[in-house]
T-cell receptor, first 113, second 111 residues
Framework: EPEVTQTPSHQVTQMGQEVILRCVPISNHLYFYWYRQILGQKVEFLVS????????KSEIFDDQFSVERPDGSNFTLKIRSTKLEDSAMYFC???????????FGPGTRLTVL | RKEVEQDPGPFNVPEGATVAFNCTYSNSASQSFFWYRQDCRKEPKLLMSVYSSGNEDGRFTAQLNRASQYISLLIRDSKLSDSATYLC????????????FGTGTSLTVIP
């Protein structure tokens, strides 16, 4: 069964450093997403991406965040200058179409020290 | 008002019991509804979509009540492996793919 994969599983970084989280969506899916979940809180939408551009983003997705699809398989989330409050689990997801079910990767746990 | 509200629980039920969760959503224009389950420190896994006509998948039944703006999940014959947090997910109207997640309802099935 096809699945979304993410690397690394855990990333530890110093405040102010840049991090890049990587995802490989399901191969025939067209829509890609990033969500985050702060420990003990709900899953929050960050951004959706379609046809090589951002289609929607939330208020959380400020200028410190960017996404990219550098090749035909990878989808990345970059945080330019990490803050302590960026510590969370980051989930990548993909879907075949608009408003359809989204499939999540196993997540990257980001710890900012 | 929150976009999606769920009773956080916890629900502790014996094996074999039937348990039901409800979730309310605030925007009547929402069109897509799902139940996901999430195990501790794992990713959300799709359990089922929720359709207007209701749908069933084995021991799981989902219902949508548009008039009252709630969705429900019924689990029959609970198994130990059903222990998880159940997440109600609703799309944000007027957008394509922005999904709102509830905070989840915690279920523990006790032997």
């Amino acid at each position: 069964e096809p699945e979304v994969t993410q690397t690394p599983s855990h990333q530890v970084t110093q405040m102010g450093q840049e991090v890049i989280l990587r995802c490989v969506p399901i191969s025939n899916h067209l829509y890609f997403y990033w969500y985050r979940q702060i420990l003990g809180q709900k899953v929050e939408f960050l951004v959706s991406f379609y046809n090589n551009e951002i289609s929607e983003k939330s208020e959380i997705f400020d200028d410190q965040f960017s996404v990219e699809r550098p090749d035909g398989s990878n989808f990345t989330l970059k945080i330019r200058s990490t803050k302590l409050e960026d510590s969370a689990m980051y989930f990548c997801a993909s879907s075949l179409g608009v408003k359809l079910m989204q499939y999540f990767g196993p997540g990257t746990r980001l710890t900012v020290l | 008002r929150k976009e999606v509200e769920q009773d956080p629980g916890p629900f502790n039920v014996p094996e074999g019991a039937t348990v039901a969760f409800n979730c309310t959503y605030s925007n009547s224009a929402s069109q897509s509804f799902f139940w996901y389950r999430q195990d501790c420190r794992k990713e959300p896994k799709l359990l089922m979509s929720v359709y207007s006509s209701g749908n069933e998948d084995g021991r799981f039944t989902a219902q949508l009540n548009r008039a009252s703006q709630y969705i429900s999940l019924l689990i029959r014959d609970s198994k130990l492996s059903d222990s998880a947090t159940y997440l109600c997910v609703v799309n944000l109207p007027n957008t394509g793919n922005q999904f709102y997640f509830g905070t989840g309802t915690s279920l523990t099935v006790i032997p």
